[in-house]
């Protein structure tokens, strides 16, 4: 596509609920990134991928949030068993190689209520 | 570790004043790379350049241009002539290649600036 698309743009769960948000990224794009932006502050980096190669989740805040690649091309991030601190725009990006500019999704924004 | 600082939260200007978006950020490496993003309310994160910490010239594109000096470990941003449009948050950001396995370029973004362009 154009660009990278992420879907749902937005996203309500109830607390205790799982949800999966997706990331179509720029075709041929190596490299996949996913961040986590709270209101009112700059993106956090969660998660790396290379390929299908998850090459670093130093970032994911804890072993609720997975995140997945299969093919090389689309991901998944999934957050099991909601909290409300995990309310925030999750933003998705890529890039031809690690070391070109990453473009950024519109993010899907995850309120957990 | 990596950190990147914008000490202006919110600026607010008239249009056709001239602008800067301060940036200054700290690292342990000798090879990394300085970014700006434009935020507008739409969400997405707009990329407006990138910067190598081997190339110190100053650049201009249009009414934007970006001063780096590694003395002071800044990067700032100026806007000429503002415009409307320009309102948006702007996240200055850092990539350590090399602390970061040599293949992840993963981004250490600042809080951002919110600039607010009125008529």
């Known amino acids: 596509g154009a660009g990278v698309s992420q879907s749902p743009r937005y996203k309500v769960a109830k607390r205790g609920q799982d949800v999966a948000l997706r990331c179509d990224p720029i075709?041929?794009?190596?490299?996949l990134f996913w961040y986590q932006q709270a209101l009112g502050q700059g993106p956090e980096f969660l998660t790396y991928?290379?390929?299908?190669?998850?090459?670093?989740k130093s970032g994911l805040p804890s072993d609720r949030f997975f995140a997945e690649r299969p093919e090389g091309s689309v991901s998944t991030l999934k957050i099991q068993r909601t909290q409300q601190e995990d309310s925030a725009v999750y933003l998705c990006?890529?890039?031809?190689?690690?070391?070109?500019?990453?473009?950024f999704g519109q993010g899907t924004r995850l309120t957990v209520v | 570790a990596q950190k990147v600082t914008q000490a202006q939260t919110e600026i607010s200007v008239v249009e056709k004043e001239d602008v800067t978006l301060d940036c200054v950020y700290e690292t342990r490496d000798t090879t990394y790379y300085l970014f700006w993003y434009k935020q507008p309310p739409s969400g997405e994160l707009v990329f407006l350049i990138r910067?190598?910490?081997?190339?110190?010239q100053n650049e201009i594109s249009g009414r934007y241009s970006w001063n780096f000096q590694k003395s002071t470990s800044s990067f700032n941003f100026t806007i000429t002539a503002s415009q409307v449009v320009d309102s948006a948050v702007y996240f200055c950001a850092l990539s350590e290649p090399k602390n970061s396995g040599g293949s992840n370029y993963k981004l250490t973004f600042g809080k951002g600036t919110l600039l607010t362009v009125n008529p």
């Open positions: 075709s041929g794009h190596v490299s």
């Open positions: 990006a890529s890039s031809q190689r690690g070391n070109t500019e990453a473009f």
């Open positions: 991928f290379q390929n299908e190669a998850q090459l670093d």
């Open positions: 910067r190598n910490s081997f190339d110190e």
